[in-house]
């Protein structure tokens, strides 16, 4: 499976933006699919993930509420939509998927894209 990033790029604080993944190979529709994010000297966070069907998301702490996963496995896309940006929400975020998704650490997923920055101003 690969994934590729779209949609990064440069944005004031407390705007939009939204991010996309393409996904090749495999079965879409069985992976659960997770967004994350690296600051420059800080470790890898998790911001969200998503069902195989799209029934069930789960958010990290500090997007709760501002951020939306979504997907649409017809086209093999993962999308997130990011709202009200803060600096601090500045990193490469990266698409990743995994299965089966159950039993699993938070950040062990089986296939990761290549990554697109994010950059807010303040």
């Known amino acids: 499976v690969q994934l590729v990033e779209s949609g990064g790029g440069l944005v004031q604080a407390g705007g939009s933006l939204s991010l996309s993944c393409l996904a090749s190979?495999?079965?879409?529709?069985?992976?659960?699919m997770g967004w994350f994010r690296q600051a420059p000297g800080k470790e890898r966070e998790f911001v969200a993930a998503?069902?195989?069907?799209?029934?069930?998301?789960v958010y990290g702490d500090t997007v709760k509420g501002r951020f939306t996963i979504s997907r649409d496995n017809a086209k093999k896309m993962v999308h997130l939509r990011m709202n009200s940006l803060k600096p601090e929400d500045t990193a490469v975020y990266y698409c990743a998927g995994r299965y089966p998704p159950t039993g699993r650490r938070e950040g062990d997923y089986d296939y990761w894209g290549q990554g697109t920055q994010v950059t807010v101003s303040s």
């Open positions: 190979g495999g079965l879409f529709s069985l992976y659960q």
């Open positions: 998503i069902a195989g069907s799209g029934a069930s998301t």
